[in-house]
């Protein structure tokens, strides 16, 4: 359903960062791109959800080229795009950030309504603090929140990168399991991960970068035996 096709991109003229990078999402999986610091996992996200030009190659989502489709866009496609930024508004409430996820259909009080009670079926935990500061949350909780804001417009589409650095693994497995909860009800993910063995044990379908080029892929089973070859090199062990 997401296909990237040989996409040149960069920030500064005449420096490529991406040299052609192909890759395709499928329905209702989750894919993973792994690959070590700096290979340009963050900017061929940028690139999927319109926040940064291509100079070459296409990204299409379904029969719509996203390619020159502004990021504002991408919600009213059924995209959500988590950057690996925080983004919860840390003196807002939890539920005033939920709502901001409804922002494309405010006026529609009764559908901010429904979704927002759709959203606290799913997370418990953000209904029982749903007054509570989104600054006061735990990192793992702000995590969630920020899927919980993204999931106000029914994306169809999630694209996460980085969804658990600097979080403690138990509170990670807490995001991982939420993305696999996702995927069971039929979510399709993008997801972008420095943990490797995370990322290759929920992901049906990885993508390695390397340098801002493809350097392999493959469903999970195929790939697991080749893992420790491949990011011994990056760990350089
Ligand atoms: P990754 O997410 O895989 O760690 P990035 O996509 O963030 O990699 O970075 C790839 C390369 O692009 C790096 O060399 C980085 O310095 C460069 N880069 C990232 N963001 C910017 C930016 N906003 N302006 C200029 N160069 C950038
Ligand atoms: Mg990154």
Not at 104 to 123: E, H, L, N, P
Request: charged letters at 25%; hydrophobic letters at 40%; one cysteine or more.
């Amino acid at each position: 359903m997401l296909v990237v096709e040989n996409v040149v991109a960069g920030y500064v003229e005449e420096v490529n960062i991406l040299h052609g990078v192909s890759l395709e999402v499928r329905q209702g999986q989750i894919s993973s791109i792994i690959g070590p610091n700096g290979s340009g996992k963050s900017t061929l996200v940028r690139v999927i959800c319109g926040m940064l030009p291509t100079r070459e190659g296409e990204v299409r989502y379904d029969a719509t080229r996203l390619t020159g489709t502004p990021a504002h866009r991408m919600a009213e496609l059924g995209i959500a795009y988590l950057p690996q930024e925080r983004t919860v508004f840390p003196h807002l409430t939890v539920e005033q950030n939920i709502d901001l996820g409804g922002w494309t259909f405010r006026r529609d009080s009764a559908r901010i309504g429904r979704m927002r009670r759709k959203v606290y079926d799913q997370f418990p935990i953000l209904a029982d603090r749903k007054n509570v500061k989104g600054g006061d949350l735990s990192g793992g909780q702000q995590k969630i929140l920020e899927v919980a804001r993204a999931l106000m417009i029914e994306p169809s589409l999630l694209v996460f990168d980085e969804p658990t650095v600097g979080l403690a693994p138990i509170v990670a497995k807490e995001v991982y399991d939420t993305l696999e909860r996702l995927r069971a009800e039929g979510m399709t993910v993008l997801l972008v991960d420095q943990n490797v063995r995370e990322a290759v044990r929920i992901g049906d379908h990885v993508y390695v970068l390397e340098l801002g080029r493809n350097k392999a892929d493959g469903a999970r089973d195929a790939f697991a035996g080749d893992l420790h070859a491949l990011i011994k090199d990056w760990l350089q062990i």
